[in-house]
């Protein structure tokens, strides 16, 4: 006799049934890992978003520092050589290694770039010096002329963006908020009795136009091509005849940093008790404007000759090469 058709339906019923149980262990450990993966994610966002922008911040400071001290001693090697050659002294070499970047944090942020170039443009940076001199009663227009600057353009990220320049032995720093002359250019003068002695250098920067990005350090190498010394005296002892500086003096520096100039030139007249509209005054003029980059400017200086007894001017020229750190040429 055959099994009902009922039976055998329970039957697979009975045999398809599955008891379905509640893994604790494997629910523990999936909820771990996504809060482990929670934490991680946690502390690398505050890495990033805190440490990261601070840690970068003091390495662009340090770099900026750093490079500031580095055009410090590219002044100092041009100011060693005008001196050798004005003893004479034409042989001298000299070799200034320059920074261009900040370092990075592997895997975390790149390193800051930098843009290290010569100019020797004198549209956009020269100098001069302008006055009548006369010898024996005959007038000579005296007007020699410079040109040039070294220039590191540094975009930071986390530090404030900032550019250095070495322009007619004057080291200036430009950034948003402002710009000044961080180390001052050879404008001296020396009160002797009633009138002073001046002293006036300038500076050219013979060179093609170099530019060079980058972060590593770049070589900054200057060659002395010549350095001439040239005083003007109210009278000649040795040709025993009577020379003097007739009219006004005008020291005129064209410049995309009319700020820093027009600031120093003033303050140094003003140190030495001089007045604004009597014994000097100074203008600044605009001469050319670009959407891309800073105006360029003329700041001139003129001071009355009647309070100069002695007028020095030292020109000095130099061929500079940018090239890999341990390499000239």
């Not at 893994?23 to 450990?29: C, I, K, N, P, W």
């Not at 390495?59 to 410090?72: D, L, P, R």
Request: glycine share 6%; charged share 15%.
């Amino acid at each position: 006799m055959l099994p009902s058709t009922s039976k055998q339906n329970g039957r697979n019923k009975k045999r398809l049934t599955r008891h379905l149980s509640w893994d604790d262990e494997g629910v523990a450990s999936t909820i771990g890992t996504i809060m482990a993966l929670m934490i991680f994610l946690t502390f690398l966002s505050m890495f990033m978003n805190q440490y990261v922008p601070i840690w970068m911040e003091d390495n662009e400071a340090s770099h900026m520092n750093n490079v500031e001290g580095q055009f410090a001693n590219l002044k100092q090697s041009i100011d060693m050589q005008i001196l050798a050659g004005l003893m004479g002294n034409y042989e001298v070499t000299l070799y200034t290694p320059i920074t261009l970047g900040a370092q990075g944090i592997p895997m975390f942020a790149a390193p800051t770039m930098g843009q290290l170039s010569t100019n020797p443009d004198p549209s956009n940076s020269s100098a001069s010096i302008s006055f009548v001199y006369a010898i024996d009663g005959v007038n000579y227009t005296i007007n020699p002329s410079s040109n040039g600057n070294i220039k590191l353009i540094v975009p930071n990220r986390y530090f404030v963006p900032q550019t250095i320049v070495y322009e007619n032995d004057a080291i200036i720093l430009t950034q948003n908020e402002g710009e000044l002359i961080k180390a001052p250019p050879q404008l001296n003068l020396r009160k002797e009795g009633t009138r002073y002695n001046m002293a006036f250098t300038m500076i050219s920067i013979v060179s093609d136009n170099q530019t060079y990005n980058g972060f590593d350090n770049r070589g900054v190498t200057t060659y002395l091509r010549s350095a001439v010394t040239t005083t003007y005296e109210d009278y000649n002892v040795f040709m025993n005849v009577t020379d003097a500086i007739t009219g006004d003096i005008y020291i005129n520096q064209t410049t995309q940093y009319g700020d820093a100039w027009y600031s120093y030139m003033n303050s140094t007249m003003q140190k030495y008790g001089f007045t604004n509209g009597v014994e000097y005054d100074m203008t600044r003029t605009t001469i050319w404007v670009s959407a891309l980059m800073e105006p360029t400017e003329r700041i001139s200086l003129r001071i009355d000759s009647d309070i100069i007894s002695k007028l020095t001017v030292n020109h000095a020229y130099f061929d500079v090469v940018i090239g890999e750190s341990g390499v000239s040429g």
